[in-house]
C-alpha cells in the first residue's frame, strides 16, 4: 500500500506558496510554477475561491473542453489525506498538514474526554440530539492548529486579508453576494488575499448524487460566474481549487456483521470511506481475519504503524493528539464502497477515499491584468 497523495504537490503547497507571496513563514515547499505567476505579476489581489467538493474528474464530465475553468486549469493536484473537507480547508487555510493540524476527518476520537467528536460541530458522534458539548470546543482550542492565512496577514499588518463564507460572522447569502464582495474589496486600493468558501457542489452531491441535474447546474453556474468576475477585476490573480472530489457510493452497515462489531472497543471515526478502527487487544487478530475476509476486495487495511510510517496524513511536526486520535486500523476504500456506523450519515455521494474522484482536484489560475 501507497500514499497516493503528492505532498510536493497537494494543497499545503499551494498554500505555502499563498504564505510565501505575503512574507509569511511557510513549513512545506511551495510550488514553483505558482511563485513564478505571483513573482513575475505582482499581483495587488490574490483571491482563492474553494468549491467544496468540485474534483477534477467532476469537471471533466460536467463541463465541454472550452469553458472557462477547463481552459484555465493548469493541472489536476492532490489533495491531503483524508480528501474531506475537515482536514483538506483547514490545510488550504493554514498550510499545514493533517499530521500537523490533527484536524484529520469529520469523525475524531478526544482521548482526553473519552468520546468520539464530530469535529466541526463539535457534537459526540452518534448522539441522536447533536447537542454541542463545550469540552470538546475546548479540546479543539488547545490542541487543534487552525490559525490561517488571513489571520497571519492580518496580523502582520503589512497586507490586508479577507475571508468570506456563507456561515459564521459578517457571512455572505448567495453566491452573487459572495461574487460581489469578493469585486468590492479588490477595487479597494492596497495588497490583499481573499479567501472565498463555497459549500456546494458538495451539500448538493451528498443527498442528490454526484451528477444530478442539479449538480450540474451549480457547477455550470459557477464557471460562469467566475468567468463574469474576471472581466470586472484588474490586477488580479484568481486560484478557483476544491478540497476533494466525489463518488457515486455504495453504503454497507457495519451492523450487519456483528462478528466484526464485537472486536469493537469504542465507535469507528474519520470518515466512512477511511474507517478508523480501536480494536479490543484481544480481538485484533480476528479482526483483521473477519476484516480481509468481509470487507478486503472494497478497503485497503492500513496498520497504525503503517499510518505513522508513510505519513499518508502528510510530513510535519505531529500534532499532539495525532497518535492517540489513531486507530490500530485504517480501512481505506479502493472502489465505490462505505462502511457506516453509529452516527454515520447515509448519502448517495461520499468522498474521503482513495480512488481519482475523490483525491484530484483541480488548480485553476486566472491572471487578470
Wanted: aromatic content about 12%; charged content about 30%.
Amino acid at each position: 500500500m501507497e500514499v497516493k497523495n503528492n505532498y510536493n504537490e497537494t494543497l499545503t503547497n499551494f498554500a505555502s506558496s499563498i504564505r510565501k507571496y505575503f512574507d509569511l513563514d511557510y513549513k512545506h515547499k511551495t510550488i514553483e510554477y505558482i511563485d513564478k505567476i505571483l513573482e513575475e505579476r505582482k499581483p495587488k489581489n490574490v483571491v482563492t475561491i474553494l468549491f467544496d467538493g468540485m474534483g477534477s474528474n467532476i469537471i471533466d464530465k460536467i463541463l465541454s473542453p472550452d469553458s472557462f475553468f477547463i481552459k484555465h486549469r493548469i493541472k489536476p493536484i492532490t489533495t491531503v489525506f483524508p480528501a474531506t473537507t475537515v482536514a483538506a480547508t483547514t490545510t488550504i487555510q493554514t498550510g499545514l498538514n493533517p499530521v500537523e493540524t490533527g484536524m484529520l476527518g469529520w469523525s475524531m476520537y478526544f482521548k482526553e474526554i473519552d468520546k468520539t467528536i464530530n469535529v466541526f460541530p463539535e457534537t459526540e458522534k452518534g448522539d441522536i440530539e447533536e447537542k454541542q458539548l463545550k469540552e470538546a470546543e475546548e479540546f479543539k482550542k488547545k490542541y487543534m492548529k487552525t490559525k490561517t492565512i488571513v489571520q497571519d496577514i492580518n496580523k502582520s499588518e503589512k497586507y490586508k486579508a479577507y475571508k468570506l463564507f456563507p456561515f459564521g460572522e459578517n457571512s455572505y447569502s448567495n453566491t452573487d453576494e459572495m461574487f460581489a464582495r469578493i469585486e468590492k474589496i479588490c477595487s479597494e486600493d492596497g495588497k490583499k488575499y481573499i479567501y472565498a468558501y463555497d459549500i456546494e457542489p458538495d451539500h448538493s452531491m451528498h443527498r442528490q448524487g454526484t451528477y444530478c441535474d442539479e449538480v450540474k447546474d451549480i457547477i455550470k453556474d459557477r464557471n460562469e460566474k467566475v468567468e463574469q468576475l474576471c472581466k470586472n477585476l484588474h490586477d488580479t490573480v484568481i486560484f478557483v481549487i476544491a478540497d476533494h472530489g466525489h463518488i457515486t457510493v455504495e453504503n454497507m452497515v457495519l451492523k450487519d456483521y456483528p462478528d466484526v462489531v464485537e472486536c469493537l472497543e469504542r465507535n469507528t471515526s474519520l470518515e466512512p470511506r477511511a474507517v478508523n478502527f480501536f480494536i479490543k487487544q484481544e480481538k485484533k487478530e480476528i479482526f483483521v481475519e473477519l476484516f480481509n475476509k468481509y470487507f478486503g476486495e472494497d478497503f485497503d487495511l492500513w496498520t497504525k504503524e503503517e499510518v505513522i510510517n508513510k505519513k499518508l496524513f502528510g510530513d510535519g511536526e505531529e500534532n499532539t493528539i495525532f497518535r492517540s486520535a489513531l486507530g490500530d486500523y485504517l480501512a481505506i476504500s479502493k472502489n465505490n464502497k462505505t462502511l457506516l456506523y453509529e452516527g454515520d450519515k447515509e448519502f448517495l455521494s461520499q468522498h474521503a477515499g482513495y480512488t481519482d474522484d475523490e483525491i484530484l482536484v483541480p488548480l485553476i489560475v486566472i491572471e487578470i491584468d
